[in-house]
């Protein structure tokens, strides 16, 4: 069964810019979180999507927005790219919504300068 | 707000020892997840924990968790220098809710010398 994958692995974009990541969950797997990660803060939690639907979302600005589509591929939107959004983003599926074991995907590095 | 706390962070150990990396965290939670990430690399699953008391192992690694006490350990048993990564335990952060939101603890860097 493939992993979760996301796209693309590596980014480097301007302060202001806009970006899109997109994430892929496993086969049969319909809940995708984010997590954005950062040497100084941490793992922290974005958002999270089920059947197309934002479940959750964490404590970002609103620059930070994210889409399900039908067939379960998520995407994640950062809009006026500040330095500080450079980190790993890693996305996470799991089965269902609610306590089940989450697999997450290789990330993406995003640089800002 | 729920946090999550691990120590030591880091931890630099000798093969062939033994040594606990503890997590503690702040509010109501019955299931605790362990991760490992090793550099530049995702989040591995290792342990999933689901009920107070609950032990797995794997190898050399154990992991426990005492809902009670909010606190879930990590030992490693006669450790070797594939276990050096950063280890991760994260809880719900919406419990009793409808969400997968996790909330991690800040890691621990494990580096095994020879």
């Known amino acids: 069964k493939a992993g979760v994958t996301q796209t693309p692995r590596y980014l480097i974009k301007t302060r202001g810019q806009q970006v899109t990541l997109s994430c892929s969950p496993i086969?049969?797997?319909?809940?995708v979180s984010w997590y954005q990660q950062t040497p100084g803060q941490g793992l922290q939690f974005l958002f999270e999507?089920?059947?197309?639907?934002?479940?959750n979302k964490g404590n970002f600005p609103g620059r930070f927005s994210g889409r399900q589509f039908s067939n379960s591929r998520s995407e994640m939107n950062v809009s006026t790219l500040e330095l500080g959004d450079s980190a790993l983003y890693l996305c996470?599926?799991?089965?269902?919504?609610?306590?089940?074991?989450?697999?997450f995907g290789p990330g993406t590095r995003l640089t800002v300068t | 707000e729920l946090k999550v706390e691990q120590n030591p962070l880091f931890l630099s150990m000798q093969e062939g020892k033994n040594y606990t990396i503890y997590c503690n965290y702040s509010?109501?939670?019955?299931?605790l997840y362990w991760y490992r990430q090793d550099p530049g690399k995702s989040l591995e699953s290792l342990f999933v924990?689901?009920?107070?008391?609950a032990v797995k192992q794997e190898g050399r690694l154990m992991a426990s968790l005492d809902t009670k006490a909010r606190l879930s350990t990590l030992h490693i048993t006669a450790a070797v220098h594939d276990l050096s990564a950063t280890y991760f335990c994260?809880?719900?952060?919406?419990?009793?809710?409808?969400?997968?939101?996790?909330?991690f603890g800040t890691g621990t860097l494990l580096a095994v010398q020879p």
């Open positions: 924990l689901l009920s107070n008391g």
């Open positions: 996470a599926s799991s089965v269902r919504s609610t306590y089940y074991e989450q697999y």
């Open positions: 999507y089920f059947s197309e639907t934002q479940r």
């Open positions: 509010t109501t939670s019955d299931r």
């Open positions: 086969s049969g797997h319909r809940s």
């Open positions: 994260a809880v719900d952060g919406d419990y009793g809710g409808a969400t997968n939101k996790l909330i």
